[in-house]
């Protein structure tokens, strides 16, 4: 079983509606990421949490909210989803104290009409 | 913002030809990383090296690192047309506990049989 696992894989919404993508790791790390990925510009950082109790916004938080319900889970919202939020998300995990490393989930295509 | 940019964007080669991308990066760093990307699909991790480190072996890669030059490359030997994919370098940033990662735009590879 993958280690990062993320539901939905795709999605399809329209203009103005709320929507969550769901993120679960069985790996026990502490730290997780919310990434979105547009052609040609890479990985930007949404937001991330080191913690149940910390939720820091990253580069391009703006439009989102993040859940952290429990060690493994970290959920990002979109509160009313606009068309420029079309993009590929990914979630991450890391271990922290030394442990640099992500560990990516397989990503949820998002397309907003 | 980007802190790392790859160069080049694109890259076509043979079989069996090494594959040397590079990174570029602004700011000071804790680690470098390398990660892969497969089209469509999660990050995978290849290799750290760390800011005190100049150079780092993993199988068929080898990865260096100039701090002076803020520049790092990573070269795959003997390339497999299992090879293709996109390259992402990734700074850590220095100190603190407030650790995370920024990617570049990547480097698409295309490895030709």
């Known amino acids: 079983d993958a280690d990062v696992t993320q539901t939905p894989r795709n999605r399809i919404t329209k203009t103005g509606k709320r929507i969550m993508l769901e993120c679960s790791q069985t790996k026990g790390h502490d730290r997780m990421y919310w990434y979105r990925q547009d052609p040609g510009l890479g990985l930007r950082l949404i937001y991330y949490?080191?913690?149940?109790?910390?939720?820091n916004k990253g580069e391009i938080s703006d439009g989102y909210s993040v859940s952290r319900q429990a060690q493994a889970k970290f959920s990002l919202s979109l509160e009313s989803a606009i068309p420029n939020q079309t993009a590929l998300y990914f979630c991450a995990t890391s271990g922290g104290g030394g442990q640099e490393t992500q560990y990516f989930g397989p990503g949820t295509r998002l397309l907003v009409l | 913002s980007q802190q790392g940019e790859e160069d080049p964007q694109a890259l076509s080669i043979q079989e069996g030809e090494n594959a040397t991308m590079n990174c570029s990066y602004k700011t000071s760093i804790n680690n470098l990383q390398w990660y892969r990307q497969n089209s469509g699909r999660g990050l995978v991790h290849l290799i750290l090296i760390r800011s005190n480190e100049r150079e780092k072996h993993s199988g068929r890669l080898r990865v260096t690192l100039d701090t002076s030059k803020k520049s790092s490359s990573l070269l795959i030997t003997a390339s497999r047309a299992a090879d293709t994919a996109s390259y992402f370098c990734a700074t850590g940033n220095s100190g603190g506990s407030n650790y995370k990662l920024t990617f570049g735009k990547g480097t698409l590879l295309t490895v030709n049989p």
């Open positions: 949490s080191f913690d149940v109790k910390d939720i």
